[in-house]
């Protein structure tokens, strides 16, 4: 059975923009080296989403370019929200999409922040350092962040909203590579 985020893809490809990030007036940032870190995530910054998988349950083949894209599955949220990583921590920690990457079948797609705020109510907030990650001393886990607001949203809702995501998001490679260990 199809999944219905796997329709036609219809919205055009993302642009890259220099990422250019400041913390408001009252907001805290704890910098690591130049990365924003608990400041706030802003609209022009480009976050990773990691697949757990390769499987038909994270990613599909579009109906009309033939090309794979995620499903609505990949952005299903845990209780917390849906675990993304800032593009411009990452970068700012000599870091890659690689390194985001913790299995050779994982893949990882990008979004728009302002794409996710576009999907009313979600949101996109800092969570640096989360508790009860595996490999919790990783440099990556600087990065991470959780698209919020599914709280209140009937299944449907939440579904809706995944597939939104889905149609939004692009593969950062075509396939994902071990994370370069020391």
């Known amino acids: 059975m199809a999944d219905a985020g796997c329709g036609p893809k219809d919205v055009g490809a993302s642009d890259r923009r220099p990422l250019n990030v400041t913390a408001g007036e009252g907001e805290e940032v704890t910098p690591i080296g130049e990365a924003p870190v608990n400041g706030a995530v802003t609209d022009d910054e480009s976050i990773y989403r990691r697949l757990s998988s390769s499987g038909p349950s994270m990613i599909c083949i579009d109906s009309l370019t033939g090309e794979e894209r995620p499903t609505s ?3 299903m949220p845990d209780d917390d929200g849906v675990s993304v990583y800032r593009l411009v ?30 999907i009313t109510p979600l949101d996109v907030l800092s969570d640096s350092w989360p508790h009860g990650v595996d490999e919790p001393a990783h440099p990556r886990n600087a990065a991470h962040a959780l698209i919020t607001g599914w709280a209140g949203l009937s299944k449907n809702e939440r579904h809706r ?20 260990r020391a």
């Open 73 to 75: 599955g990949s952005f």
């Open 89 to 118: 921590t990452l970068e700012a920690l000599g870091l890659t999409w690689r390194d985001v990457v913790k299995t050779r079948w994982n893949r990882v797609v990008e979004l728009e922040v302002s794409g996710v705020r576009a």
């Open 161 to 180: 909203r995944a597939q939104g995501l889905a149609q939004i998001a692009s593969f950062v490679a075509n396939g994902a590579l071990p994370p370069q």
